[in-house]
């Protein structure tokens, strides 16, 4: 009986727990049979697949947009019937199309919501609407643990490093010095009845860069990985050769049904990205899949229970290939018709086995966002400045209430005695402040304040800070790039014009469904304003050393020479004698001999 | 059934040519080079955009390296700056090494373990020596043993007996040496290959006193170290010249390659690199022309046929040591057991002697001996 036995220790893998359940059953059952013993194939027997108790769908969505761009929205959702919290039980253990990697992180830190992303560029509201899911430039973390964690603080330290790890990002960076606790934005979207906002924690970072460094992971977390599906579309070459790139992912346990009698894990992985061919002068408002992320699509994921895409023809696009399947939703306070792609179906790919979209555009009206913020820092100098935000109520006759937080380093010293909020002109006083002063290098400032937006109107929060001095140590090696200053956070329950459906159906879009619907007149949005970049007053930390010697160069010859010009006086003197003699001399006296001459 | 079960297995493992003569052989020929497993731990330590030919360095020894054979999660990459994705870049996610945009290193299945202002002194040394705090995730870790072989390879800007980290810090060549001193104590490493494309690359590795390590050098001291060929396209250059005639050597270099360290002394002279390459060898056990390139870059993995049955129900014993394998043990064991070097007394070199010789005499020529007794 030959056996291959593997001297050297394995290589670790990131795709072996997620084989595929059928081909883990050929290679179990084909090994005893060729090995030559008859009969018994006792693994066969015994090993019945379980009932799936977890499904994947994938969606993309394309939309073109007033400017003459284009965004691609891309949703991978898994639900999982699991419990990773539960107390007593037997830990998950078996994985199948959840990944391992962030399973074992939510059982292991007691995690309740976990929400990152990575942003490359801003959106721009006005041009662009709303985004499917917004994102701050930078990284972004907010996490609600579970009400049985003790030690948050530990908890929220070992879990950015561990995500440092996946992701590849130095998401290590995040320590109490740029944690928040918000009191009132980023409540739960999943179940939470924990409302308690000492288990929340809210970190940005906003000089992160994405690269191809942080999507490789984010791909491999996904079923069928980057080999099948929609996932194939995702080269990093055209993805970040784009205005906008923002991959995010959302675990929250939700509801599978109205009644809420059962509940699952669902973990959402999203990529948001807008293509400027047509704003860089590169081409017209035409494009194709093949155009925008130089591959077509072959085949959906076949671990996938839906795959979809969407393009939104509202403006009456020329499309093709066309198709008879069209669909309505409202999305983000706006009625939206799309035609929709259904990959499982083998007629979408045609003869050719692959499936090209072709779309040109004509339109040229947009929805004017209702809401809208901008921020900027004012002022001269590196001494003081004041940091201006501006929010634009565009809706013509409604007024409605925002809830607007800011978070910014220790290193501004915010005064808020100089905090005024202004509406068209006349004082607006806010009716819930939540303000947390920082302690320098402990904890930055944390400003939420309710402020209740006048219909069609511009709102302006205006606060003086003073830059602090850091210690030489603290300063970053490029320090002359100035220092980042984190978005704010506008979050707010918009009025809207068309009536939201609050039905809930599992056949939802997953665009139209990442933010639960709780009344039929609003929506809910988040804005982000840009991040700032303020400069502190810097030492000069090239050639110190030169310098100074400069300075002493100069400073004793030019001083030395009119010393001696002016004191210098010559006068006649006997040499003294040469120093051994000087030595035997005092040798000599000490010995008490007479002296030499 | 061969197939089917060498199926579970990466493609790149080779069975060697030896094995199917196995039967015969002794195993002291089968373990000639004493290691299981392979790391690199490859570092770039610029910052700012016209580094970009540093980035390009280190992700060409990554592409070359991962090619071979190592996986992921045994190469601790760091990268000091974002090229692929900076602004400046023309075409962003790329990252290239050949002018007019021939080859991009960058690649689609690339991960950075340390990256940005991560990559500092401390934290290089805390790698290599694994003093790491608690919660730093596996795939920043060297996780080595005393069966390892490593790569190190450091790019940047460099000078006499110093690795410039990030424009704002420096690692010196004796630190170097005592992480390297402390690596071979706790057992972190078998052999180590260390490889420096700087200017002055040479006083890197002038203080090495740890046993088996090789390293090679760009430049030797007083000399600096070229880059390559600029792209007008980009605007900056690409490569160093050291590490451009490295890749293309590497490029030759396939899994099953007997290229040995002879060939990798030779890679770029003085003729194509203006800087004179330099390497050390005084402290590596075996001799350079039996070491095989794939014994450092790649991760050829050995696999034993035997025809007995093992039962593993059977309890603990250990397991039978061929005699080769017992005299490399025994060996490691002598040399682990050694005391530290102790500094010998040497006596007095020739500039000492010669100091003293000349203060002595302008003393006897002033004053005559024979006056001496009259003095004291």
Redesign the interface.
């Known amino acids: 009986m030959h056996f291959i036995r593997q001297v050297t220790t394995a290589h670790s893998s990131i795709i072996t727990e997620r084989s595929n359940v059928s081909s883990m059953i050929k290679q179990r059952c084909l090994l005893p049979l060729l090995s030559g013993r008859s009969g018994s194939c006792r693994l066969c027997e015994t090993f019945t697949p379980a009932p799936a108790k977890d499904q994947f769908q994938e969606e993309l969505v394309i939309r073109p947009l007033h400017s003459g761009d284009i965004y691609a929205s891309f949703q991978f959702r898994t639900l999982w019937d699991t419990d990773f919290l539960q107390e007593g039980q037997k830990k998950v253990s078996h994985y199948r199309l959840f990944p391992k990697s962030l399973g074992q992180v939510l059982s292991k830190f007691s995690v309740q919501e976990l929400h990152i992303s990575f942003t490359q560029g801003f959106w721009r509201t006005m041009q662009w609407g709303q985004p499917f899911i917004p994102s701050p430039p930078g990284a972004e973390l907010w996490v609600w643990f579970h009400h049985t964690v003790s030690d948050v603080d530990g908890n929220w330290k070992e879990l950015t490093n561990v995500l440092s790890g996946i992701f590849c990002a130095s998401l290590n960076f995040i320590d109490m010095t740029n944690t928040v606790q918000p009191s009132a934005s980023f409540k739960p979207l999943g179940l939470g009845n924990a409302t308690d906002h000492r288990f929340l924690r809210y970190a940005t970072l906003p000089r992160e860069i994405v690269c191809t460094e942080n999507l490789t992971p984010w791909k491999k977390l996904l079923p069928c990985g980057s080999k099948a599906g929609l996932a194939v579309l995702m080269k990093s070459e055209k993805l970040f050769h784009s205005s906008f790139h923002s991959q995010a992912v959302h675990i929250r346990p939700i509801c599978q049904d109205e009644q809420c009698t059962s509940k699952a894990w669902e973990l959402r992985q999203t990529l948001n990205v807008v293509f400027d061919h047509y704003t860089s002068g590169q081409g017209k408002k035409e494009w194709s899949l093949f155009k925008m992320f130089s591959r077509t699509l072959t085949e959906a994921c076949p671990l996938a229970s839906s795959s979809k895409v969407y393009v939104d023809i509202t403006d009456n696009p020329e499309l093709s290939p066309a198709t008879p399947l069209l669909s309505q939703a409202v999305v983000l306070g706006d009625r939206r018709t799309y035609s929709v792609y259904d990959l499982t179906r083998a007629e979408t790919f045609g003869q050719l086995r692959s499936f090209n979209l072709l779309l040109r555009w004509k339109g040229d009206n947009m929805l004017r966002p209702l809401l809208h913020a901008e921020r900027y820092v004012a002022g001269f100098g590196l001494q003081t400045g004041e940091i201006h935000t501006v929010i634009y109520n565009n809706h013509p006759y409604r007024a409605f209430p925002v809830l607007l937080m800011d978070s910014v380093p220790w290193y501004l010293q915010l005064y808020i005695h100089t905090l005024t909020v202004t509406s068209k002109s006349r004082d607006n006083k806010p009716s819930y402040i939540h303000y947390q002063p920082a302690k320098d290098r402990h904890r930055p400032h944390l400003l939420e304040m309710l402020i209740q937006l006048p219909p069609h109107s511009m709102t302006e929060v205006t606060v003086q800070f003073e830059r602090a001095l850091l210690k030489w140590t603290e300063y970053t090696p490029d320090p002359n790039h100035g220092f980042y200053v984190g978005s704010s956070v506008i979050s707010a329950l918009v009025p809207s014009m068309v009536a939201m459906s609050t039905n809930f159906t599992q056949d939802q879009p997953l665009f139209s469904s990442f933010v639960p619907v709780k009344e039929e007149s609003s929506y809910f949005v988040r804005v982000y304003t840009e991040p700032l970049l303020v400069n502190l007053p810097t030492p000069d930390f090239s050639m110190p050393y030169n310098v100074i010697c400069l300075t002493c160069t100069v400073v004793a010859v030019g001083y030395g020479s009119f010393y001696n010009l002016l004191t210098r006086t010559f006068q006649v003197d006997e040499p003294s004698p040469p120093l051994a003699k000087r030595l035997a001399n005092f040798i000599r006296r000490i010995r008490g001999v007479p002296l030499l001459a | 059934?061969?197939s089917?079960?060498?199926h579970?297995?990466?493609p790149w493992i080779y069975l060697k040519k030896r094995i199917f003569t196995f039967c015969t052989i002794e195993t002291g020929q089968f373990f000639s080079s004493g290691h299981?497993?392979n790391w690199a731990v490859l570092v770039c330590t610029s910052?700012?955009w016209f580094n970009y030919r540093h980035v390009a360095n280190t992700l060409s020894v990554y592409r070359s390296v991962k090619r071979l054979g190592i996986?992921d999660?045994?190469i601790v990459l760091m990268l000091a700056d974002?090229m692929?994705?900076n602004y400046r870049n023309p075409?962003?996610?790329?990252v290239f090494s050949h002018k007019n945009m021939e080859l991009n290193v960058?690649?689609?299945?690339?991960?950075?373990?340390?990256?940005?202002?991560?990559v500092t002194v401390e934290n290089f040394l805390r790698v290599l020596t694994g003093r790491l705090?608690p919660?730093?995730?596996?795939?920043?870790r060297l996780l080595s043993d005393d069966r390892s072989n490593i790569l190190i390879y450091l790019t940047g800007h460099g000078g006499n007996g110093f690795l410039k980290f990030?424009?704002?810090e420096e690692i010196s060549n004796m630190e170097l040496a005592d992480a390297f001193e402390q690596m071979w104590q706790k057992r972190r490493y078998n052999e180590l290959l260390f490889i420096i494309d700087t200017c002055q690359g040479a006083s890197m590795y002038e203080r090495f006193y740890s046993p088996n390590l090789m390293a090679l050098a760009s430049s030797q001291v007083g000399e600096d170290s070229l880059s390559h060929q600029p792209d007008l396209a980009i605007g900056v250059h690409l490569m160093d010249k050291y590490t451009f005639y490295l890749l293309e050597f590497l490029e030759e270099v396939h899994p099953a390659s007997q290229a040995n360290m002879n060939d990798l002394f030779k890679v770029c002279p003085q003729s194509q690199c203006v800087s004179t390459p330099g390497h050390r060898t005084d402290l590596f056990q075996r001799n350079p022309g039996s070491v095989l390139i794939t014994d450092f870059f790649g991760s050829v993995?050995?696999?034993?046929?035997?025809?007995d049955?093992?039962n593993l129900t059977s309890s603990v014993k250990p397991p039978i040591q061929s005699i080769a394998e017992h005299h490399v043990l025994q060996f490691v064991a002598d040399v682990s057991s050694q005391n530290p070097k102790q500094k010998d007394w040497h006596p007095p070199d020739g500039f000492i002697l010669g100091l003293w010789t000349l203060i002595l005499l302008v003393?006897f020529q002033?004053?005559g001996i024979k006056h001496l007794k009259h003095?004291?």
């Open positions: 059934m061969y089917l079960s060498l579970f297995f990466y299981t497993n910052r700012f996986p999660s045994h974002d692929a994705c075409k962003p996610a790329t960058y690649g689609d299945d690339v991960e950075v373990d340390y990256r940005g202002y991560e705090p919660s730093t995730p596996r795939s920043k990030q424009d704002s993995r050995k696999v034993e046929i035997t025809k049955t093992i003393f002033t004053y003095i004291f």
